[in-house]
């Protein structure tokens, strides 16, 4: 399909950026006009209006079917964009749930009220007293998103640094404000800081190095330029690719960029913890692919190995480092590593979708099912983790879930739900999204990759019934004195049975969101 | 479409797993009792109706983008298995009335809801004519199998319940591997689908059609206990109680020779046949090897799941010597396994509780105390080694007649175990039962079976006796579906008397 370049801006195909945007300028407005004491309200209003107005554009847009390239080509706007924009809107709305949780911290925010105070401090006290709060989190998360949505649509090299930055300050900002344990917290953004910023060089130079190769800064020009390019393996162009793609796999959590990830996500705040898990995987997963998909499409027969050696990799180490770990935290982070493997397993099969009788999801429909339902897992799995807690904060060792299955039946059930949709057992959403991506994988030619996912799903089964073992199995000891699951409000809840109804619906009957997500199996060229 | 029965059958169970989980005491207890019962006679409804040659099969698209249907079947062989399940789980349930009530157990009615929703699932899974709707029911059915076995029995069930799982994860994640693959592979043969019948048109002659049915036959081995994959059988009956023992192997290790039948000789004839040789010898050594690990153990819940290795290594030799009526001796002893093991595991769950322990040394004289369960514990026994007059003989009897036909040396070696088998369960019953009561025994063991157990077991040896005398009540069905599946793999009966 051949895409025309619409001149006049289209600003109905924007209009969701635009409101997002607009909705988190006005939150910085808010900062400065409203009252403390009433802030964290307006905050939530304002962001909640401006992501559920972004969202319905998003989904009225692709009834329409508003395909086409805008803003002189920098932004494409096809099935994967708009899906993943969906996805990410509802990701942040139900991150937001999580965020604005008060009951859980007596009363206070998850987040520390004066990042400058010394935790206990009389400094932190008064803040409290005063309803100092750090409420610019609502627009940051919104901005955040923002750069994520724009991310993920990007068909120009310079946007797409530009998306990457705008996702990436909210978020190294972010993981310095937890509330509880907060050296780690801001060790954990200083971390991601140095890292994330390195990566964003490295993505940079590789980016000026294509612009050098195909004398444009367009990623489909990019493709046309290898095309025409005779003799091919330009040093400059493998130079290039090289570099972006450091970027890209950094952002998604691929081994060996993958070393950030335990120590950021122990250090955040866990909505914020959940929110980079998913979203941030989930955009930086669709712009991987646009940049395989359409810019080095000529050259697919050259990536698709080492993507799948990648895939190898990130599973098995994220799997088997992943049955090391004591921390609920530094376990779900490695699993997220393991599951950044499976995604890869899908890329390296880079089959399109087809119906009838050779009916196939294909490989983007595939990770987009995929994404959602570990996006389901996710949210509601670190949604269960804020709630349990001790005196000190949220606890986090897996010791200290000894029991909590017995104790808490509910809740254990429904954690168990969300490890088992991760492990990839039928009846979960978990499942589905596997099989899809396997059997993509397999339609491409990679049978043999299918087979080490198998194996490295079996290793990862093992960090998730190790688990479940713990929360069921275990009597309660000395590691778990002083814990308890806290009540929490109507907030997390939502989250919780939200994603646990999504991941078992899903899990039965996944045509609705399978379907849509084969509307949008193709990335426009 | 007519009325879904057979999606109702399975889905009672699971409507009545919920109920049971909610409510608390007694009436949990009786809900479930009442859910299963009805399950059991909503089974015998439909088995009565398949028999008279209703078709009761249900199919719909399921997800169409991957070509997968909700298609459920009721021939002869997925009949007799939902007879076999919808009988054992109020049997079982009976005798595990008090199973919550003992130190540290989870309550009664969370046993009752696990087992309801097993027997759902595997109901799902021995009715699907989808490969994928299957391996969703087979790996479903691993959830509540792992909470029955870590919930109660003995100190180390925690492990126990985890070597089960692993085992059988692996077994599951190697499947997925070759559903996976005959998925792709049929959408590149031009029909994206996932059911068997259609799976069973397609052509999986060539080396990519071994390794797939390589992945089917490991998971369905493990399953089965085979040897060398056999190793969790025995350390997880030990650990687990009585009645969750009695689901996993008199019900859901079934899965494992019914998915043979089912999938790899239906949709892989060329590679069943090209495989035979490792497989028949694999038989024999399990049939042996399972016996002679049954006269050394020292413990009756391992010793019975040797016993079980040894029988399940004829129901596999029946399978795979591809004879009309070697595979329905085989699906008959798939029948009459399931009956008799339940008898065993459960008499000797009376025993142990009793006692404190199910050790064969722990024990001496018990008749001359409790004369009732040693009589039930022998008949048990007897059907396990396969006394003419009960199940499993019928069973047996069809496996080596319809085997020798074929292959006479390993059928031969085969029959050696029967002896065998006299032996481990006399031995046993000698050791326990007879002699002098020993002190602890006399200390340990005031009563006889009470009313509860008695009809557990009553119920389990009429039902083996029946089975036993009157087996021609399932001839005609299992007749056809053996002979559907001889024809699948391609073969011809050989003639009887003549040269092979």
């Known amino acids: 399909m051949m895409t025309q370049l619409v001149v006049q801006p289209d600003y109905r195909a924007l209009a969701p950026l635009i409101i997002l945007f607009a909705a988190a300028a006005v939150g910085v407005l808010v900062e400065g006009i409203i009252k403390k004491g009433l802030r964290d309200e307006a905050q939530l209003i304002v962001s909640g209006i401006g992501l559920l107005a972004s969202l319905a554009f998003t989904i009225q847009n692709w009834n329409q079917d508003r395909l086409g390239v805008h803003a002189e080509g920098s932004l494409t706007m096809d099935g994967p964009t708009y899906f993943i924009w969906g996805l990410l809107l509802v990701a942040t709305i139900l991150t937001l749930l999580l965020v604005s949780e008060r009951k859980l911290n007596s009363g206070a925010l998850n987040f520390t009220p004066y990042a400058a105070s010394v935790p206990g401090s009389p400094l932190e006290a008064k803040a409290f007293q005063s309803r100092t709060e750090h409420t610019e989190i609502y627009p940051l998360v919104l901005f955040s998103t923002f750069g994520m949505m724009m991310f993920a649509s990007a068909t120009d090299w310079i946007t797409m640094f530009v998306a990457l930055e705008v996702f990436s300050l909210p978020l190294y900002l972010l993981c310095g404000l937890a509330r509880r344990r907060r050296l780690l917290s801001q060790e954990a953004a200083l971390k991601y800081f140095m890292l994330g910023s390195l990566a964003s060089a490295i993505f940079l130079y590789g980016t000026a190095l294509l612009y050098g190769y195909s004398g444009s800064l367009s990623i489909r020009m990019l493709a046309q330029r290898i095309q025409a390019d005779a003799e091919g393996g330009n040093s400059l162009l493998v130079a290039g690719v090289v570099l972006v793609l450091v970027g890209l796999l950094f952002k998604i959590g691929v081994v060996p960029f993958h070393s950030w990830t335990p120590d950021v996500y122990v250090g955040a705040p866990t909505p914020i913890t959940a929110y980079m898990a998913i979203a941030t995987k989930a955009a930086a997963v669709i712009a991987l692919m646009r940049v395989l998909y359409v810019g080095l499409a000529p050259l697919q027969w050259t990536w698709q190995p080492v993507v799948a050696g990648l895939a190898v990799i990130t599973m098995f180490v994220g799997a088997i480092i992943g049955l090391t770990q004591t921390d609920v935290k530094r376990l779900l982070a490695y699993s997220s590593i393991a599951h950044a493997g499976f995604i890869l397993v899908g890329i390296a099969g880079a089959v399109t979708a087809a119906t009838g009788n050779h009916a196939l999801a294909g490989s983007t429909s595939s990770i987009l099912f995929y994404l959602s339902a570990y996006g389901l897992a996710t949210l509601g799995a670190f949604a269960i983790v804020t709630m349990v807690r001790r005196a000190g904060g949220e606890a986090t060792q897996l010791a200290a879930w000894s029991g909590l299955g017995r104790q808490h039946p509910v809740l254990g059930a429904l954690m168990t739900l969300f490890l088992l949709s991760f492990a990839g057992i039928p009846l979960t959403a978990g499942f589905i999204g596997k099989l899809e991506v396997f059997l993509a994988a397999w339609a491409g030619g990679y049978a043999w990759l299918v087979f080490a996912a198998v194996i490295a799903s079996l290793v990862a089964a093992y960090i998730y019934l190790r688990f479940i073992m713990v929360m069921f199995f275990r009597d309660a000891g000395e590691a778990t004195e002083g814990v308890q699951v806290e009540q929490a409000s109507w907030m997390t809840w939502t989250v919780i049975i939200l994603c646990a109804v999504g991941t078992l619906v899903l899990g039965l009957w996944s045509s609705p969101l399978g379907d849509l997500a084969i509307r949008a199996s193709e990335f426009l060229r | ?500």
């Open chain 2, 1 to 500: 479409m007519g009325f879904p029965l057979l999606t109702i059958l399975a889905l009672v169970p699971l409507v009545g797993s919920l109920i049971t989980f909610a409510l608390k005491g007694n009436a949990g207890k009786y809900t479930g009792l009442f859910f299963s019962v009805v399950a059991a006679a909503l089974g015998l409804w439909a088995f009565i109706a398949a028999r008279n040659g209703t078709d009761l099969s249900e199919t719909h698209t399921w997800i169409e983008s991957i070509g997968a249907h909700y298609a459920l079947g009721s021939d002869g062989m997925t009949m007799i298995m939902v007879l076999l399940t919808v009988a054992v789980v109020p049997v079982v349930l009976i005798a595990e009335w008090f199973v919550g009530d003992g130190e540290g157990r989870w309550a009664t009615n969370v046993f009752f809801a696990l087992a309801l929703m097993l027997e759902s699932f595997a109901l799902f899974c021995f009715m699907s004519m989808d490969t994928l709707l299957f391996y969703l029911f087979f790996e479903a059915t691993l959830i509540p199998m792992y909470f029955l076995i870590g919930g109660w029995g003995g100190p180390r069930r925690g492990a126990a319940a985890l070597k089960f799982l692993l085992f059988s994860l692996a077994g599951g994640l190697v499947m997925l591997f070759s559903v996976i693959g005959v998925g792709a592979e049929a959408a590149s043969q031009g029909k994206a689908s996932f059911l068997v019948n259609d799976l069973a048109a397609l052509n999986f002659d060539s080396t990519t059609g071994k390794l797939i049915w390589l992945g089917f036959f490991i998971a369905f081995a493990i399953k089965a206990p085979m040897v060398p994959v056999h190793t969790w059988l025995p350390d997880t009956a030990e650990q687990a109680r009585p009645g969750a023992s009695t689901l996993l192997v008199g019900i859901l290790d079934k899965i494992g020779t019914f998915g043979m039948l089912r999938f790899c000789l239906t949709i892989f004839p060329e590679a069943s046949k090209w495989a035979t040789p490792v497989i028949l010898v694999l038989a024999l050594v399990s049939i042996v090897y399972g016996a002679l690990m049954a006269i050394g153990a020292k413990d009756l819940l391992r010793l019975i799941s040797y016993t079980s290795v040894s029988h399940f290594g004829f129901m596999v030799l029946g399978i795979f010597a591809f004879t009309t009526v070697s595979i329905q001796g085989a699906m008959y002893y798939m029948l009459a396994h399931g009956f008799s093991t339940a008898a065993l595991f459960l008499v000797i769950g009376f025993l142990a509780d009793r006692r404190g322990s199910a050790k064969v040394d722990a024990f001496g004289g018990v008749q001359k105390i409790a004369p009732v369960l040693a009589g039930t514990f022998l008949v048990a026994g007897l059907s396990a080694l396969s006394l003419p007059g009960t199940a499993s003989f019928v069973g047996e009897f069809l496996v080596i007649a319809g085997s020798w036909q074929r292959h006479p040396i390993i059928t031969g070696i085969a029959t050696i175990a029967m002896v065998l088998s006299a032996l481990y369960v006399l031995l046993a019953y000698q050791r326990t039962m007879t002699g002098p009561v020993t002190e602890q025994v006399a200390t340990a063991i005031h009563s006889d079976l009470d009313g509860r157990e008695k009809f557990v077991m009553g119920a389990l040896i009429a039902i083996i006796l029946a089975l036993g005398f009157y087996p021609q009540w399932t001839s005609d069905m299992l007749n056809t579906s053996a002979k559907h599946f001889v024809q699948q793999v391609g073969m011809t009966d050989p003639m009887p008397g003549g040269n092979r």
